[in-house]
């Protein structure tokens, strides 16, 4: 670090090397005992802390840290807005939920959708907030689509910032300038003004999810399903078919809480701790003490078996899902087939997807569905926090039944040799077998860091190595690399920006040490990759295990552990590697890879696209 005058904060406790899960009652819930980070008081305290843990993982505290240059200005909003005469959010309806896996036979097609981004004011649990959605609904629509076939997509922006919207989990080959990203692979598109994103589904098989890929904007509700159907998935046949989005939900307005998470004094007077969340939603629909009675229900069949899609939309904590009386078995996750796996519950961080399947084979009755929030992530107390969020499946009875009230506190017990909580390290990729041997290697240090003092902006920031991501203002990496690139391929961008440069096609390993007290979930776009290798502490060269490596699009990398991920670099453009969880993310956690830089200096862009930059 340049200068002693910066404060290392670290926000947990020295003796916490490992991941500790939190207790786990029998039907899989979390207990209300997680383990909130406690505000460290005294600064001998925290900084002994963090020379511990510098000693233990060999962390090097000599990082030169690249600060954020600030743009806080720059937006142009007005953040006392009145929002008393906006319409109302549309509610869900349970139909909304069952998805139409028949269109699988349908001839390859063109998909057409008009996307209108606007603010409105909801009330997801009963508790009124100002949200951005699109087409007045939360969550947005589901796209549902079959390998193969185009999607077009018209999203105009009525909002007072400009936006975007990510794909999440698709390959964009050759069509990285539609992958949504904003200040990467496009400018917003400005307030007023539309975009059309054209491409087809060229790979991707299985459940995802579109969402805004701008600031923090998808916290406040722009995010919808995203289904892509195929004929040679290599999952077990189903009955019926059904979307789950489960999020965490905040009553507060995202650039609010942004702003506080930033402040030097941190939202509840230790810098560096998110904004706890106020409960959560299941297909928009949460709730919060008396504010709402309602709850997401479906009626299904007996004795069938019905693949949910779980999709965690949400912005900060995991999600731990279970239906009472009911095992569940999964069967994708990520997109990836997997050979199918009993469990009893399952945890599934921001931006992952799961799918398993239910049998209605219990006795005939309405049963409690629960997806509980990772409590663990809690750095203070948030009274009032909705801590578990609730959803009925009934079969065999009236529409209108509900379960028995008594067990939403006190959920049914396990019966003796249920299966578990899932553990990752249990997938096995159907068809999958070794990944190819790599030819190229990154390796990056994941840290969070109160960096105070005359070079630096007082505020909490993310570093990946010492670059604490700043979006590039009116140009994307991808456009100012078209307009700038040099012979070698890289592009020329700011101090803010930490891009790793591939040229030619490789095997490519990124080796990331977590050198923080908290867990990541991170995201790579445009790639699966295979995860070859993790393990506590920095990454000493261990050896991988290639039998069958999991391939996905997001991992979470737990606390002061390190992983080995690995993918095939044949796909041109620039590509973010970032945490998903929104408070890091806009603190700067991203890292970009330029691959093949030849290769995407050939996209043949909409220059109303470029144009765009000079009012975004
Ligand atoms: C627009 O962005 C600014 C700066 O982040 C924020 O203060 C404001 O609330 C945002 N407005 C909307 C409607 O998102
Ligand atoms: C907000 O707008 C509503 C309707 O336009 C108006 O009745 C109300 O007085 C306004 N509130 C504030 C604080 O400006
Ligand atoms: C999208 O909006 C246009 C008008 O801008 C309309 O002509 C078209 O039918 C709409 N398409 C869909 C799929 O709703
Ligand atoms: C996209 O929608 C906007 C707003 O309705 C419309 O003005 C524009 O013509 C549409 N673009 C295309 C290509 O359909
Ligand atoms: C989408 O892209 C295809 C292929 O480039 C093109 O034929 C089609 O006209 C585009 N559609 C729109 C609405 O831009
Ligand atoms: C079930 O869902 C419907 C909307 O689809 C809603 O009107 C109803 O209140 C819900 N039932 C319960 C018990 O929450
Ligand atoms: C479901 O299967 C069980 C066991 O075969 C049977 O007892 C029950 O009647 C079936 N329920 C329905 C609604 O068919
Ligand atoms: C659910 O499981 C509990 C505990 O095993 C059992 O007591 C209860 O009868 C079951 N409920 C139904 C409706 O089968
Ligand atoms: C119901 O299906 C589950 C698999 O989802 C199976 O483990 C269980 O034995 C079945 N129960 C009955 C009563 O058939
Ligand atoms: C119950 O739900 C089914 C399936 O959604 C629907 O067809 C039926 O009309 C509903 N019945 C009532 C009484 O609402
Ligand atoms: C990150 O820092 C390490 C150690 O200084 C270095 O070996 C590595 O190449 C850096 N990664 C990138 C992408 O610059
Ligand atoms: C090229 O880089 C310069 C300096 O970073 C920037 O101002 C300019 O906008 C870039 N050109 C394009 C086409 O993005
Ligand atoms: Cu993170």
């Known amino acids: 670090m340049a200068g002693s005058s910066a404060t290392h904060e670290s926000k947990g ?41 510098g000693l233990a993982l060999g962390l090097g505290l000599g990082l030169g840290l690249k600060h954020k240059h600030s743009s806080e200005g720059a937006a142009s909003a007005n953040p006392t807005a009145n929002t008393t005469n906006l319409q109302n959010v549309a509610t869900p309806k349970s139909a909304d939920a069952f998805l139409s896996p028949e269109i699988v036979d349908e001839p390859p097609t063109t998909r057409t959708y008009n996307f209108t981004v606007e603010e409105r004011t909801g009330s997801p649990d009963g508790v009124q907030k100002r949200m951005l959605v699109v087409n007045g609904q939360y969550p947005g629509p589901t796209i549902e689509a079959n390998v193969g076939d185009r999607i077009v997509v018209n999203v105009t922006n009525k909002v007072s910032n400009s936006t975007s919207i990510h794909w999440h989990g698709l390959y964009q ?27 087809t589904f060229d790979g991707f098989v299985g459940s995802t999810w579109w969402h ?10 722009i995010t919808g399903a995203l289904i892509i159907h195929a004929k040679n998935e290599s999952v077990p046949i189903y009955d019926g078919d059904i979307v789950l989005q489960l999020a965490d939900l905040y009553h507060g307005f995202s650039p609010d809480l942004l702003n506080l998470y930033h402040t030097p004094g941190g939202i509840d007077g230790t810098p560096g701790n998110e904004p706890v969340p106020d409960g959560g939603t299941i297909n928009g629909v949460g709730q919060y003490g008396s504010s709402n009675t309602s709850f997401f229900n479906v009626t299904l069949e007996s004795n069938k078996t019905y693949r949910l899609r779980l999709v965690n939309t949400g912005s900060f904590v995991a999600m731990e899902f279970s239906v009472d009386n009911h095992t569940l078995e999964v069967i994708e996750a990520d997109g990836t087939a997997v050979e199918p796996f009993a469990v009893s519950s399952l945890s599934i961080a921001v931006a992952q997807r799961y799918s398993v399947l239910l049998r209605t084979n219990q006795t005939a009755g309405a049963y409690w569905f629960r997806s509980g929030l990772d409590q663990d992530a809690f750095t203070y107390d948030n009274p009032g926090v909705q801590t578990e969020v609730r959803g009925i499946i009934r079969y065999g009875v009236d529409n209108g039944t509900i379960p028995d009230v008594a067990l939403l ?94 040229n030619e096609v490789h095997v490519v390993d990124m080796i990331i040490d977590n050198l923080d007290d908290g867990d990541h979930p991170f995201h790579l776009h445009g790639h699966k990759f295979w995860i070859m290798q993790s393990g506590v502490g920095r990454y000493q060269g261990e050896s991988v295990d290639n039998e069958h490596p999991m391939q996905r699009d997001t991992l979470v990398i737990p606390a002061y552990t390190h992983v080995l991920l ?5 796909n041109p453009g620039f590509w973010a590697f970032h945490c998903h969880i929104q408070w890091h993310m806009a603190a700067g956690l991203l890292f970009q890879l330029n691959m093949l830089p030849s290769e995407s200096s050939k996209f043949n862009i909409p220059q109303y696209m470029v144009d765009q930059c000079q009012r975004a």
């Not at 990203?181 to 307030?191: F, H, W």
């Not at 690995?566 to 044949?570: E, L, T």
């Open 212 to 221: 805004a890929h701008a600031g923090t904007q998808y916290t406040d509700g």
């Open 173 to 199: 080959r050759g069509t990285n300038f539609y992958d949504g990203s904003m200040a990467i692979t496009q400018c917003g598109i400005p307030t007023g003004e539309s975009m059309v994103y054209n491409f």
């Open 409 to 502: 506190d006190s959920p049914p017990s396990l019966p003796d040799g249920a299966p578990g909580d899932l553990d990752t390290t249990d997938l096995v990729p159907v068809d999958g077998g070794p990944a190819p041997d790599s030819t190229f290697s990154v390796y990056l240090t994941i840290s969070m860091q109160y960096a105070s003092g005359p070079d630096y902006l007082s505020r909490f920031l993310s570093f990946i190595n010492s670059t604490s991501w700043e979006p590039l203002l009116k140009t994307s990496s991808l456009f100012a690399h078209l307009g700038n690139h040099t012979a070698d391929g890289s592009a020329t961008l700011a101090d803010s920006q930490l891009v790793t440069t591939v």
């Open 566 to 570: 690995r993918f095939v670099g044949d």
């Open 13 to 53: 406790d020295a003796h916490d090397l490992a991941h500790d899960h939190a207790p786990t009652t029998a039907n899989g819930t979390k207990s209300a005992s997680g383990r909130p980070r406690k505000p460290l008081i005294i600064l001998a305290v925290i900084v002994a802390a963090f020379v511990v843990l």
